[in-house]
Nanobody, 126 residues
């Protein structure tokens, strides 16, 4: 089973950018569709984006991130990225990456993912 570790979170001013990374170990990344989720304090976990195992297809489930966030992957480096631009205070949350079971298609539902990273905090504030 693949293990995932997120990095790249931090404090950024509104309008700024961050790039989150999701590094995989324990298995080749090529088998897995990878999703990004976020959970703000006091709110439910929200699906942000998913990228297919080959990287051909990407999906953005949160309307608020469309046009601002870009999901990409480098299977040779066993890493998935979430580039976040034009950040807003409402993007403040813990961001998680997660893997679907091998050879599964993308999903925006957290219950469809069975391997999770520990999360990285993103805070957007002036």
């Amino acid at each position: 089973q693949v293990q995932l570790v997120e990095s790249g979170g931090g404090l950024v001013q509104p309008g700024g950018s961050l790039r989150l990374s999701c590094a995989a170990s324990g298995s080749t990344l090529n088998y897995y569709a990878i999703g990004w989720f976020r959970q703000a304090s006091g709110k439910e976990r929200e699906g942000v984006s998913c990228i297919s195992k080959g990287g051909v297809s990407t999906y953005y489930y949160a309307d608020s991130v469309k046009g601002r966030f870009t999901n990409s992957r480098d299977n040779a480096k066993k890493t998935v990225y979430l580039q976040m631009n034009s950040l807003k205070p409402e993007d403040t949350a813990i961001y998680y990456c997660a893997a679907r079971p091998p050879y599964s298609i993308c999903s925006g539902s957290s219950s469809d993912f069975n391997s999770w990273g520990q999360g990285t905090q993103v805070t957007v504030s002036s």
